[in-house]
């Protein structure tokens, strides 16, 4: 592709860069297209996108970008460019819920025949002791952060508080699996596994000038566990919607769920 920019005379300028990647906005003079080029590790981020935008086009979704081609080797993904802006949360409305609700059903609806094929979402929670083992992670990494100045009463706060508080809850669920003969570590049946875009919000959406809602970044999307999806999306900072939104939001995805049992 940069090869084609010499000659084409295609503009790159870069969106955004972090520790995922990086992308860019790629000008063709007719069209744009973006390019994200991902960091290589254990999550195949780039592979677990491409197979979601391959998922959301056999399936005819209109509201995610437009899938053009993936290099697995060099973990690259070419996208249709969706204009707009990334919609304000403490702005949302009862619209903009019932659209996030309605391609969560269009994804469940969709994925039956083939949900077993993909892999689980990263860091997706589909056993008491799979969730237990991301939060031992998570906590962790934590402690290996250095503690100065106000990350030190941070440290203090988390080591008096909040870890002994997360042990005496991890013994609690085990014994009250073990009351109930049921093992800590068996995964969630794969009937009540969803596909899952993770990491979902409106950090990971566009508003484009008709005001209709785009979805877009799936590095993260696999099977999982419904009741995460619903957490994350409400208790993720980048979610700061009113709390009436959030328990609307709630309700009507236990309707789009309520059929499972457990």
Do not use: W
């Not at 030190?152 to 005496?168: G, L, R, V």
């Amino acid at each position: 592709l940069f090869a084609k920019s010499r000659n084409n005379n295609m503009a790159f300028s870069r969106i955004s860069g972090g520790n995922n990647g990086i992308v860019y906005s790629v000008d063709r003079g007719n069209e744009k297209i973006i390019a994200k080029c991902y960091i290589k590790d254990n999550r195949k981020r780039s592979h677990r996108e491409h197979r979601a935008y391959l998922f959301f086009s056999k399936n005819k979704f209109e509201n995610v970008p437009g899938f053009i081609c993936h290099d697995g080797e060099q973990d690259v993904l070419l996208l249709n460019h969706i204009g707009g802006k990334r919609p304000d949360p403490q702005k949302a409305d009862r619209s903009d819920m019932d659209a996030i609700v309605l391609f969560i059903r269009r994804i469940k609806a969709n994925q039956e025949k083939e949900k077993m094929a993909f892999m689980e979402a990263a860091d997706a929670f589909l056993s008491p002791e799979g969730c237990i083992s991301i939060l031992d992670r998570t906590l962790e990494q934590f402690q290996q952060l250095s503690a100065n100045g106000f990350e030190k009463q941070i440290h203090h706060f988390m080591s008096s508080e909040i870890i002994p508080f997360y042990e005496d809850q991890k013994a609690v669920l085990r014994q009250t699996a073990e009351g109930k003969d049921a093992s800590f570590g068996t995964p969630l049946e794969d009937a009540f596994q969803i596909l899952s875009p993770s990491d979902f919000g409106f950090h990971n959406m566009i508003r484009n000038e008709n005001n209709e809602l785009y979805f877009l970044d799936f590095e993260y999307f696999g099977r999982d566990d419904p009741a995460k999806l619903i957490l994350d999306f409400i208790l993720h900072p980048a979610m700061t919607v009113n709390l009436e939104l959030k328990q609307y939001f709630f309700i009507e995805m236990l309707k789009v769920f309520r059929a499972d049992t457990t």
